[in-house]
């Protein structure tokens, strides 16, 4: 059900034709484009998905979740729940910090956790273990430079932000926002990682539909104001959105002009929320206007580079190169021959894998039976892919925070290669596909994997185990 208010692009003083150019470029473009919205003068004047991704279904928002954490800080601020020069260690017990605190941990404050200057050299979310306690982790790290005095983008500064603000609430993060920023912009579907240590992540994990997060980037043109009452502090947002620390030495245009509270500044005096492979809240105020975009991409410069050449100067009112847009925006299934036969065994493998993939059977009709166990507490579940168009399942519920979450659509489709089974596997509520090709020789499956897009290898190889055979 739509939340934001329609119109057409001319009522909001832009041009169809501009906004059907910048689709076309979107499209045309090396990333690839899942959903986009752009807002207007408060309202939508252009919403597409490309096909099988839609508008209402939940997205993985990897690091834009930080700029929700940063407005649930903001809020507990102004509830006097803490302050931005509050020590990091004054919320912890004694036994979650280490023997001898340093002068340079003991020097941290909330605010250098939302500036991304801890002190740390780089990012400490690698250090931090699913399987042990994260706050402690952090704390027992080295600082090795004074708070306040060196940017490096910290996933693990977030989530004790999130640590921090269940200490004070005793509410998870998502629990502590849903009454007071969630539920009123209408984002009921919102849906929060959590760690073993029982703490909502913060820093990633956050999963809302395309329109909730257009309804984020209205609020924020809206200094936190909706609907006519006051949801966040209009300081809050100004101070969260403005630069208050250099950040010169990132490599890309967009990641240098200044970091506020776990917000980026960009060009063009815009600011933003973003996340991995190509997730994105981006505010224009010089033209009171928000695009919304999710994406599959390990260039995200290349997105905004996008929309600076054809976005940009529709805003500005200026004339652009008119670019008849598609007819129908679809990410189509690769094609190949109908697959072959297969011979209806259950090869197995190693459960210690990049896909969690555990078993494959090809049957005589030509489909292919996938078996993963991803679902961190031993339960596997089986996705069918067969030859054709894109075929719908869901992914079943997950008590990992790296998993699936709960009824996540997933589409297949496979075709033929020679004596090769390839399925490919989309997990449309994030940007994941997986590519597998299987093939069967002496009894033995080796299935060549590959992913469009991962925080570790890109492909890989699997050999069954062929005792194991059914």
């Known amino acids: 059900m739509s939340r934001l208010p329609r119109s057409t692009p001319e009522a909001q003083g832009l041009i169809t034709a501009a906004l059907d150019s910048f689709v076309a470029a979107l499209d045309a473009g090396e990333p690839e484009i899942q959903t986009v919205m752009l807002l207007r003068h408060g309202q939508v004047v252009l919403e597409e998905a490309w096909a099988p991704y839609r508008l209402d279904d939940r997205h993985l928002l990897f690091s834009v979740s930080k700029s929700f954490t940063s407005t649930g800080?903001?809020?507990?601020?102004?509830?006097?729940?803490?302050?931005?020069?509050?020590?990091?260690?004054?919320?912890?017990?004694?036994?979650?910090?280490?023997?001898?605190?340093?002068?340079?941990?003991?020097?941290?404050?909330?605010?250098?956790?939302?500036?991304?200057?801890t002190g740390h050299s780089k990012d400490t979310v690698d250090a931090l273990s699913r399987d042990r306690r994260m706050v402690k982790i952090f704390l027992g790290l080295e600082v090795e430079h004074e708070p306040g005095t060196v940017f490096a983008y910290n996933s693990g500064a977030t989530y004790m932000l999130s640590a921090i603000l269940q200490r004070l609430t005793g509410e998870r993060l998502l629990d502590y926002l849903r009454p007071r920023l969630f539920e009123p912009l209408g984002a009921t579907e919102a849906t929060w990682q959590v760690s073993r240590e029982g703490i909502t992540v913060g820093g990633w994990g956050l999963s809302i539909n395309t329109e909730s997060l257009a309804a984020f980037g209205q609020l924020l043109l809206q200094h936190g104001e909706w609907q006519g009452k006051q949801l966040v502090p209009a300081e809050w947002f100004e101070s969260a959105t403005s630069k208050q620390v250099p950040n010169d030495t990132e490599e890309n245009p967009d990641w240098k002009q200044g970091y506020g509270f776990q917000f980026w500044r960009g060009r063009h005096n815009t600011y933003r929320g973003d996340g991995a492979f190509g997730q994105f809240c981006l505010v224009f105020p010089d033209y009171d206007a928000a695009l919304i975009i999710t994406s599959s991409t390990t260039d995200m410069q290349a997105v905004l580079n996008t929309v600076w050449e054809h976005l940009l100067p529709a805003l500005e009112g200026k004339e652009v190169p008119v670019v008849p847009r598609p007819e129908r925006l679809r990410l189509v299934p690769p094609a190949g021959a109908a697959p072959t036969a297969g011979d209806g065994r259950t090869y197995r493998f190693a459960a210690a894998n990049p896909a969690g993939l555990t078993s494959v059977r090809?049957?005589?009709?030509?489909?292919?039976?996938?078996?993963?166990?991803?679902?961190?507490?031993?339960?596997?579940?089986?996705?069918?892919?067969?030859?054709?168009?894109?075929?719908?399942?869901?992914?079943?519920?997950?008590?990992?925070?790296?998993?699936?979450?709960?009824?996540?659509?997933?589409?297949?489709?496979?075709?033929?290669?020679?004596?090769?089974?390839?399925?490919?596997?989309?997990?449309?509520?994030?940007?994941?596909?997986?590519?597998?090709?299987?093939?069967?020789?002496?009894?033995?499956?080796?299935?060549?994997?590959?992913?469009?897009?991962?925080?570790?290898?890109?492909?890989?190889?699997?050999?069954?185990?062929?005792?194991?055979?059914?």
């Open 362 to 470: 090809l049957d005589a009709d030509g489909s292919g039976t996938f078996t993963f166990s991803d679902l961190g507490d031993g339960r596997t579940h089986e996705i069918r892919c067969a030859a054709g168009d894109w075929q719908e399942q869901a992914a079943p519920g997950t008590v990992d925070d790296a998993a699936p979450e709960a009824g996540e659509r997933v589409l297949t489709s496979a075709y033929g290669d020679g004596d090769a089974f390839v399925a490919t596997l989309r997990w449309v509520e994030t940007p994941f596909v997986a590519t597998l090709t299987c093939r069967v020789d002496g009894g033995t499956m080796t299935v060549d994997g590959k992913l469009n897009v991962s925080f570790g290898p890109t492909e890989f190889q699997l050999s069954s185990e062929p005792m194991s055979q059914d």
């Open 73 to 117: 800080i903001g809020l507990a601020i102004d509830a006097g729940l803490l302050s931005l020069d509050d020590q990091v260690i004054s919320f912890f017990d004694a036994d979650e910090l280490p023997e001898t605190v340093s002068d340079n941990l003991a020097a941290m404050k909330v605010r250098h956790l939302l500036t991304m200057t």
